[in-house]
């Protein structure tokens, strides 16, 4: 079956503008979280949506905001980017919510702020 | 969440066993262990969860000690695909929609040798 899929895989954006990243979970899949790796703070968490709601957020700041759509399929956008901002973005999708899902992760958005 | 602590990096010959420690000394009755892996440049995986009872599937074992403060993930037969960052994380859940962040830490890293 299809994995995690997101969109696009490369981006270059340029200080000061938004930009808009896509995830499509597994099929039957209505949890999604979000995560930001870079080489000095590894993997933190965003958030996390299921059915349309944040359920769970990390500690970034405002500029960082999600949703997900009633066919699960969930977005994050980043406005007026900055140069730390550049990350690789990964998404994960699970059956459902709580301890008895484990989460798939797709590849990653790779993302170059310049 | 409880935090977790594991040692950087480990090594391991191909066709042994790998087995990857992990300290959770204040984890508490409604939080889970869960064990993922990041190969160079890919997404994390899911290996294995667990609450207090020894777990095992086709990836890996995973033994919890009785009083849950450490555990310990074992592949039984590490092969060169098998060379990753292992996470160990603490998760709480306490039924439905109560349930804490999946946060990551520094892992370690596995290296199989030939």
């Known amino acids: 079956k299809a994995g995690v899929t997101q969109t696009p895989r490369y981006l270059i954006k340029t200080r000061g503008q938004q930009v808009t990243l896509s995830c499509s979970p597994i099929?039957?899949?209505?949890?999604v979280s979000w995560y930001q790796q870079t080489p000095g703070q590894g993997l933190q968490f965003l958030f996390e949506?299921?059915?349309?709601?944040?359920?769970n957020k990390g500690n970034f700041p405002g500029r960082f905001s999600g949703r997900q759509f009633s066919n699960s399929r969930s977005e994050m956008n980043v406005s007026t980017l900055e140069l730390g901002d550049s990350a690789l973005y990964l998404c994960a999708s699970s059956k459902g919510q709580g301890a008895s899902y484990g989460y798939t992760f797709g590849s990653g958005t790779r993302l170059t702020v310049v | 969440d409880a935090k977790t602590t594991q040692p950087t990096s480990m090594d391991c010959a191909e066709g042994r066993a790998a087995n990857l420690p992990c300290n959770h000394s204040t984890i508490s009755g409604n939080e889970y262990v869960y064990w993922y892996r990041q190969i160079h440049s890919q997404g994390p995986q899911y290996i294995i969860h667990g609450l207090k009872n020894n777990e095992t599937n086709e990836m890996a074992s995973l033994i919890i000690t009785e009083d849950r403060k450490s555990s310990t993930l074992i592949l039984p037969h590490a092969t060169l695909r098998d060379t990753a960052v292992y996470y160990c994380?603490?998760?709480?859940?306490?039924?439905?929609?109560?349930?804490?962040?999946?946060?990551f830490g520094q892992g370690t890293i596995l290296t199989v040798h030939p």
């Open positions: 099929s039957g899949h209505r949890s």
């Open positions: 949506y299921f059915s349309e709601t944040q359920r």
């Open positions: 994380i603490v998760r709480f859940y306490a039924g439905g929609t109560s349930y804490g962040k999946l946060t």
